[in-house]
């Protein structure tokens, strides 16, 4: 089932997502909606926060949906070490249309549970770096646009204000 994505500046996306403490099919259930909204979006990778769900579950897949072995449904991910420089454009299915560069590690080693309850362990580079760092932010109520200057997070929140003004940008709480 497609999810609806929440957009900023909606307050479920500022909220500290809690741990999941017992895979239920209530959380399987949720992560395969959540995989299935982010192929429809389409995007990299979507947190459990952006469909209205505090809890620490991401969705990852960094080939947009072409090999179906790349999905990855992630529970309580944590960064354990990082390494190296990317300072790459990025946007996000909750800020739709807005892109701007932002300053992330080029390598990350993350532990996490799989939906069997396993304890994992992955050190990902480059584009799957940067998207893990995207999303577990999404569990911190962290928001791209936060890692901007000033003067572009106010072009960007210029820009949704007209978009809004325009019905082309729907929101549950205006900026």
Known sequence: MILEIKKYPDEVLRQKSLPIEEITTDIKELAS????????APGYG???PQVGVSKRLLVIDDSLGSDPTKLMKIVN??????????FEEEGCLSIPGEYEF???YNCV???????DGKECLIEVE??????????IDHLDGHLFIDDISILQ?????KSIK???KAGEYRVTKTL
């Not at 944590?78 to 390494?83: M, N, W």
């Not at 997070?153 to 929140?157: A, E, Q, T």
Request: charged share 35%.
């Open 33 to 40: 909606n959540m995989a299935e909204t982010m192929y429809n």
């Open 46 to 48: 979507i947190a459990a």
């Open 77 to 86: 991910p944590e960064i354990i070490e990082s390494s190296g420089e990317l």
């Open 102 to 104: 932002v300053k992330r």
């Open 109 to 115: 080693k993350v532990r996490y549970l799989d939906l």
């Open 126 to 135: 480059g584009l799957l770096s940067r998207i893990f760092q995207h999303e």
């Open 153 to 157: 997070r106010d072009r960007i929140k």
């Open 162 to 164: 007209s978009r809004i």
